[in-house]
Nanobody, 116 residues
């Protein structure tokens, strides 16, 4: 399976936490970047965090200090730990693996809903 598979979404109250998982069973290149994106209804899809095959991470300012991206290389799994969730974090969260600027795979997404 080269397509990422996300899980871990759900409904939480503001201030709560969720951990999302992204599994890519088949990695086709040793060099890649995995990113977590989110898309709220009526909004553009935005990048929240990335982790490279080398372990370098970046987190968007909008979620910095609350979200952490990490990986378990042995399981080909990337996690997005989301703490102190806010209603504005409500979105479908997508995992994407990029092997180049022009080539990669999207997951189907997992819904995160944060109630106030």
């Amino acid at each position: 399976q080269v397509q990422p598979v996300e899980s871990g979404g759900g409904l939480v109250q503001a201030g709560g936490s969720l951990r999302l998982s992204c599994v890519v069973s088949e990695i086709t290149s040793s060099l890649y970047v995995i990113g977590w994106y989110r898309q709220a209804p009526g909004a553009q899809r935005e990048l929240t965090a990335t982790i490279s095959s080398g372990g370098d991470t970046n987190v968007a300012d909008s979620v910095k200090g609350r979200f952490t991206i990490s990986r378990d290389s042995a399981k080909n799994t990337v996690y997005l730990q989301m703490n102190s969730l806010k209603p504005e974090d409500t979105a479908v969260y997508y995992c994407h693996i990029a092997y180049s600027r022009a080539f990669g795979y999207w997951g189907q997404g997992t819904q995160v809903t944060v109630s106030s």
